[in-house]
């Protein structure tokens, strides 16, 4: 192995292990959404980066994404939140 091959292949190495932890993150973010009745986590969505998380989606409430911003910078390893949600009501309200 050439020098230079065992550092592609370490950056490879390096680059999957990012993506699992920005996956983890996200896992982790899901979680602590589940834990909450008034949030529906299958209209949201969480991308990570590094820590750097952005949440987008609709919520039935603008009180929630407070509540949303809140519980995703609760949750360790995150180091920002960007939010992109909207207010969309339900049908017939």
Same mark, same amino acid.
């Given at each position: 192995?050439?020098?230079?091959?065992?550092?592609?292949?370490?950056?490879?190495?390096?680059?999957?292990?990012?993506?699992?932890?920005?996956?983890?993150?996200?896992?982790?973010?899901?979680?602590?959404?589940?834990?909450?009745?008034?949030?529906? %986590? $299958?209209?949201? !969505? =969480?991308?990570? *980066?590094?820590?750097?998380?952005?949440?987008? @989606?609709?919520?039935?409430?603008?009180?929630?994404?407070?509540?949303?911003?809140?519980?995703?910078?609760?949750? %360790? $390893?995150?180091? !920002? =939140?960007?939010? *992109?949600?909207?207010?969309?009501?339900?049908? @017939?309200?």
């Amino acid at each position: 192995m050439t020098p230079a091959s065992g550092a592609a292949a370490s950056g490879a190495t390096n680059a999957k292990a990012v993506r699992q932890a920005n996956r983890a993150l996200q896992k982790q973010i899901y979680a602590a959404f589940a834990k909450y009745q008034d949030i529906d %986590a $299958g209209s949201i !969505s =969480v991308k990570a *980066k590094n820590g750097a998380v952005t949440i987008n @989606g609709t919520v039935t409430d603008a009180a929630l994404i407070e509540k949303i911003t809140g519980i995703a910078r609760g949750v %360790a $390893g995150v180091t !920002s =939140v960007t939010t *992109k949600l909207s207010v969309q009501r339900p049908l @017939g309200q």
